[in-house]
């Protein structure tokens, strides 16, 4: 059978390898995914490119056009604004599941993490902190155990890439964010569901409200 009609052995590893790589920023908004090259790079044969770009596209991080190829998907910041009123909604649900489930073991990461985000701030060092922010979410998901909600959240965020860096160089964002995260930690670590819930919906929200000032700065 010839290469480029197999399917590898491993689909989902070339599709976990070019979404890293789109969610990583090797690849940029409107940027071009030739499948020779990809090919080359994923070591694979097209089949397998085809299928990893059709499980992207469907995810919404890239666009395949008849005769035009894939290219990484462009996201507005009008809908990135819609696609972070969804995360409201998504993420209060898992906040308020991680305070039900949270362990002890847990608390204690979640407040380590805290730590280090304020060590970053004092230190202006925003690019870290974008990472512990990454970071924080990322652990409260494992701790809600929520899979359904988890892959929502991991869709929707793949195509806020480029808007969740902007949003970390916005003067005084960590200042205003890190307090924000600290009341999430401690309502799980106090096992409070509602507070938990509240706390990252008026999180959320806060963060809606800076993507409308870039888009009116824009």
């Known amino acids: 059978m010839p290469d480029d009609e197999r399917r590898p052995a491993n689909a989902a590893l070339v599709r976990d390898t070019l979404r890293e790589a789109i969610l990583s920023g090797e690849y940029l908004p409107g940027e071009r995914l030739v499948e020779a090259q990809l090919c080359q790079r994923l070591a694979t ?9 059709q499980d992207l596209a469907a995810e919404g991080l890239i666009e395949v056009h008849r005769n035009r190829g894939a290219q ?21 649900l898992i906040a308020g599941r991680a305070a039900e489930r949270v362990t002890d073991a847990q608390v204690v990461e979640l407040d380590e993490i805290g730590t ?9 060092e925003h690019r870290r ?13 494992v701790i809600a155990g929520h899979g359904t909600a988890d892959r929502i959240v991991e869709t929707l ?11 970390s160089m916005v003067p005084g ?14 309502a799980i670590r106090d096992r409070d569901p509602r507070t938990a819930e509240t706390a990252m919906r008026d999180h959320i929200a ?11 700065i824009a």
């Not at 990484?72 to 209060?92: D, F, H, N, P, Q």
């Not at 280090?116 to 202006?124: D, F, I, N, P, S």
């Not at 902190?129 to 998901?141: G, K, T, V």
């Not at 200042?175 to 999430?184: D, F, G, V």
Request: proline share 2%; glycine share 6%.
């Open 45 to 53: 044969g097209r089949f397998g490119v085809r299928a990893a770009l």
């Open 72 to 92: 990484v998907r462009k996201v507005s910041m009008a809908e990135a604004v819609e696609i972070t009123e969804v995360r409201l909604v998504v993420e209060g």
């Open 116 to 124: 280090l985000m304020r060590h970053a701030v004092e230190a202006g």
């Open 129 to 141: 902190y974008s990472d512990l922010n990454q970071r924080l979410h990322a652990l409260i998901r």
């Open 157 to 167: 965020r793949g195509q806020l890439v480029r808007h969740q860096y902007m949003l």
């Open 173 to 186: 964002r960590p200042q205003t964010s890190l307090p924000q995260h600290e009341r999430i930690i401690a």
């Open 206 to 216: 806060s963060v809606i409200e800076t993507l409308k000032g870039l888009a009116y």
